[in-house]
């Protein structure tokens, strides 16, 4: 699963980084959630940055509570699921991102929050699906999820699942049109654990509403102690 993660870099920083034109008002996130609007990269718009709200409300629970939304769909049976299948074919995103968040257990209440970045702390992608709907309103939404995979020895001592990263060749043929099936599930392997680190960071990650820098600060365990909250 991936529930929360981080874009801390600079408007400038993003653009350099996937040649790609970032909107003006960009600023920012430290504790990114479902439901909200952030910016995507998609094979239909690969020049530009799109603003994406994070979960597909599948068809049974369209104009249901945000609950019903999914936010992660499993890679290895993404092509196979009659929900997803359409969406992998033709509509295919990446999502950048600095970090990303796990929650360890420590018996039944007890959960600690983990920061994952790249080892230098540069920018990286997720592969991501994405949907295009009618609101209730008669609005038009776009919507996206993000695919995970099996983790590596990084992330397994935290969680059973990981975010599928791309390097930047993945993400050419992530967003390529004539990318055959087989090169795309090629991709789903978990990254190297040599490309990444992790650490504790402080609850207040458990908090949508905590969205600074203070979120992502280094925590020693000890110090949480009576901290402990449920990651909601």
């Known amino acids: 699963m991936c529930g929360r993660y981080s874009l801390s870099k600079s408007k400038i920083e993003l653009e350099e980084r996937f040649q790609a034109e970032m909107l003006s008002d960009f600023h920012p996130r430290y504790n990114i959630a479902p439901t909200q609007l952030v910016p995507v990269i ?48 033709q509509r295919r995103c990446i999502i950048p991102a600095d970090g990303f968040y796990e929650w360890k257990k420590l018996g039944k209440k007890t959960k600690i929050p983990y920061r994952f970045t790249m080892r230098e702390g540069e920018l990286f992608s997720m592969a991501g699906i994405w949907e295009e709907y009618e609101s209730v309103n008669g609005e038009t939404q776009h919507t996206f999820l993000i695919l995970t995979t099996t983790p590596n020895e990084v992330v397994s001592d935290v969680h059973d699942r990981m975010p599928v990263i791309l390097n930047k060749e993945g993400e050419k043929k992530w967003l390529d049109n004539y990318s055959s099936i087989e090169d795309l599930k ?23 509403q905590n969205d600074t820098p203070a979120v992502m600060r280094k925590t020693s365990p000890m110090d949480q102690h009576g901290n402990y909250t449920l990651f909601g």
């Open 42 to 89: 998609t094979s239909a718009s690969p020049n530009g940055f799109s603003y994406f709200y994070w979960g597909i409300t599948p068809e049974f629970g369209k104009n249901k509570p945000v609950a019903l939304k999914l936010i992660n769909a499993k890679s290895e049976t993404v092509d196979q699921k009659v929900s997803f299948k359409s969406s992998f074919q």
């Open 186 to 208: 090629s991709l789903f392997e978990p990254i190297s654990s040599d490309f990444l680190l992790s650490y504790t960071v402080s609850p207040l990650v458990n908090s949508v």
